[in-house]
């Protein structure tokens, strides 16, 4: 009497065992490519983009810094003018994505408008908001009382 057990495999199963063992090798293999490629592939570092005016050679500059990047950071990489007053600068505070920089002059005040009229203004030490509301008459710098700082960065939205 024959056993069912006592049967040798078929073709039929080592053709299916041959089949399976490719596909494992070529599953490793892919695998293996993959991770490798994703290794290699550079990855971009998140980024800051920053607008700098003031006295700055060439004019208003818009940059682009790593996260985490620094005032220190932000004066290495551009040229300021021999009026430019560096040491007011914050240089371990951290910036923020889309933030305006002002670079200040010495010996005056460096404010920066933007919104309805983008200009950098050079006034003198101790102005206040009213100082500014005489030359720009918007509604805006009307209701406000106190000294203007150097670097500020005043948005105006409405006009007069």
């Known amino acids: 009497m024959h056993n069912e057990q006592d049967e040798k495999p078929s073709l039929r ?3 299916r065992l041959f089949v399976l063992f490719v596909l494992i090798i070529f599953a490793v293999i892919s695998i293996h490519v993959g991770v490798e490629k994703w290794q290699t592939t550079p990855r971009r570092s998140p980024s800051i983009h920053v607008h700098v005016v003031g006295e700055i050679n060439g004019g208003e500059k818009d940059l682009e810094l790593p996260c985490g990047a620094t005032y220190g950071d932000l004066l290495g990489r551009i040229s300021w003018t021999e009026r430019a007053f560096i040491l ?4 371990d505070r951290r910036l923020r994505a889309g933030e305006y920089v002002v670079i200040p002059r010495w010996g005056c005040l460096s ?3 933007k919104g309805v ?3 950098l203004l050079y006034l003198p030490n101790g102005s206040t908001f009213r ?3 005489v030359l720009y008459p918007y ?3 009307r209701r406000k009382h106190r000294k203007l700082r150097d670097g500020e960065i005043i948005t105006i939205s409405k006009s007069f």
Do not use: F, H, T
Not at 88 to 91: A, D, E, F, L
């Open 13 to 15: 199963y080592y053709e």
């Open 88 to 91: 007011k600068m914050p240089i």
């Open 111 to 113: 404010v920066y408008m």
């Open 117 to 119: 009229k983008n200009e």
């Open 131 to 133: 100082d500014l509301y």
């Open 139 to 141: 509604r805006e710098l």
